[in-house]
């Protein structure tokens, strides 16, 4: 008997649908798909969510020095002549960032193996240029946003709501959804 379903796919469909099941459902918080699907999918998520909880505050505060462009008031870069050449100005600026512990980043590693990249567009009515898009840091989201949620739950993340049938070849479709 296998440790899996293979959902009528070949292995590279099946890993390809559930990691894009995956990415949906921890950006989301909630998808809609088959019951067999949704299984698959809660053992996937639920041992991401758990990789992240165990290495959710291992991480050093450090601070470093960044050069950063000075600007003006309307957001454009300061110019100035030197030697006979525009250059940008550039100011030295102190940052605090978190440096990953190694084991952080080997479960950062992990999780994005497994997570799409998602780029968010952004909500205006107005036509969208190109760089309006920015993609989302899924790993970052998992440290930040998720696992302090389930901090003190041990396991259980998700949860499975059938919902009926499917009107075209009467499949039943549920809900699944992080608790």
Do not use: C, W
Request: charged content about 35%.
């Amino acid at each position: 008997m296998a440790g899996y379903r293979k959902l009528g796919r070949t292995s590279s469909q099946r890993k390809a649908m559930l990691r894009s099941l995956a990415t949906n459902l921890l950006y989301y918080g909630k998808i809609k798909t088959t019951v067999t699907r949704a299984k698959e999918v809660r053992r996937l998520a639920e041992g991401l969510i758990t990789v992240a909880k165990k290495e959710m505050n291992n991480y050093d505060e450090v601070t470093v020095t960044a050069k950063v462009p000075r600007k003006t008031a309307d957001g454009k870069r300061v110019k100035e002549k030197v030697n006979g050449k525009t250059v940008t100005v550039f100011d030295n600026v102190e940052k605090k960032i978190q440096k990953d512990r190694p084991s952080r980043l080997n479960a950062r590693r992990k999780i994005l193996s497994v997570l799409y990249p998602v780029t968010e567009a952004p909500m205006s009515g107005r036509k969208h240029m190109r760089r309006d898009f920015h993609v989302v840091d899924m790993a970052r989201k998992m440290f930040e946003d998720i696992a302090p949620r389930y901090a003190d739950r041990n396991g259980g993340y998700t949860r499975i709501v059938r919902i009926g049938a499917r009107k075209g070849d009467a499949a039943e479709i549920a809900v699944i959804e992080l608790v």
